[in-house]
């Protein structure tokens, strides 16, 4: 497999009120495996999927949450969540959960996997990619 | 132009995946080709072989299987999801101790590793959702 495509998945919805978050999830992990260039990008309610201290118990369903920070060992990390979106829901980068990597080039310096865009610079990101998968 | 298609909402509730065979038919007709159809999220209950619709109106299923045969598309629904709606094969049915299956004629279970090598194979991979 010499094709390398970049793909972007786009996360626009809550984490639960829908299945769409924990199926987004399914297909990056499986994803992961085909050693393709990968971004997450998290926008509008999307934003809250990655919220800190998620408690799930109190309407029944998995807390798929912490599934997030195996990403990085997926080497699953440029992660762009939407600053607008952010604000809008007066949440900041601090609300959400600190997601890193290990980079191998950098002595497996730990770093930040999450990165806060503008929805202009989102709009770059988006222009450059291969393949989108909305969910 | 190779296609790589998603279908990611049921039949009928929604309009994606009329829009996503309309689509499929009309770039066949046009000489091009579809590398895959793979069905995701409720777009699996495309594939029920048990759907009776009534008989004055599309049949969805159907109309997917003939399209199929006609010009040898793979069909694909995510297993995962599939199994989750109650979507099984022979296989799988017989596997989870199910006492039915209701794959559609035309329609295989497969993982997500083939919507991912539909993007990869594709020129443009379109995804039918909400």
């Known amino acids: 497999m010499s094709t390398i495509k970049k793909f972007l998945y786009v996360n626009r919805k809550a984490p639960h009120g829908s299945i769409y978050a924990l199926e987004s999830l ?9 050693d393709q260039d990968v971004s997450l990008a998290f926008i509008d309610d999307g934003v809250y999927q990655l919220l800190q201290n998620q408690d799930t118990s109190g309407i029944g369903v998995k807390n798929f ?62 222009e450059h990619q291969d393949i989108i998968f909305n969910f | 132009m190779k296609f790589g298609i998603m279908v990611s909402e049921g039949p009928y509730t929604h309009q994606a995946s009329d829009t996503a065979y309309h689509f499929t038919e009309a770039a066949l007709n046009n000489g091009h080709e579809i590398v895959r159809v793979f069905f995701y999220h409720d777009g699996v209950n495309n594939g029920t072989s048990l759907a009776v619709p009534p008989q004055d109106d599309r049949n969805i299923t159907t109309r ?16 995962a999801a599939a199994q989750r709606r109650g979507l099984l094969d022979k296989d799988e049915a017989k596997r989870a101790g199910k006492d039915a299956s209701n794959m559609a004629q035309g329609f295989n279970i497969s993982g997500l590793g083939q919507l991912i090598d539909a993007g990869i194979q594709a020129d443009r991979l379109l995804v039918f959702g909400d």
């Open chain 1, 26 to 34: 399914e297909v990056v992990l499986i994803g992961a495996a085909f």
């Open chain 2, 64 to 79: 997917w299987s003939a399209l199929a045969e006609k010009h040898n598309l793979d069909m694909v629904l995510c297993v």
């Open chain 1, 65 to 126: 949450s912490p599934t997030y920070k195996a990403l990085g060992d997926y080497d699953i990390n440029k992660i762009y969540v939407e600053k607008e979106s952010l604000e809008l829901r007066g949440l900041s980068k601090d609300n959400l959960m600190p997601l890193t990597w290990e980079d191998e080039d950098d002595d497996w310096a730990e770093k930040e996997s999450i990165h806060v865009v503008s929805s202009e610079e989102l709009s770059d990101i988006i």
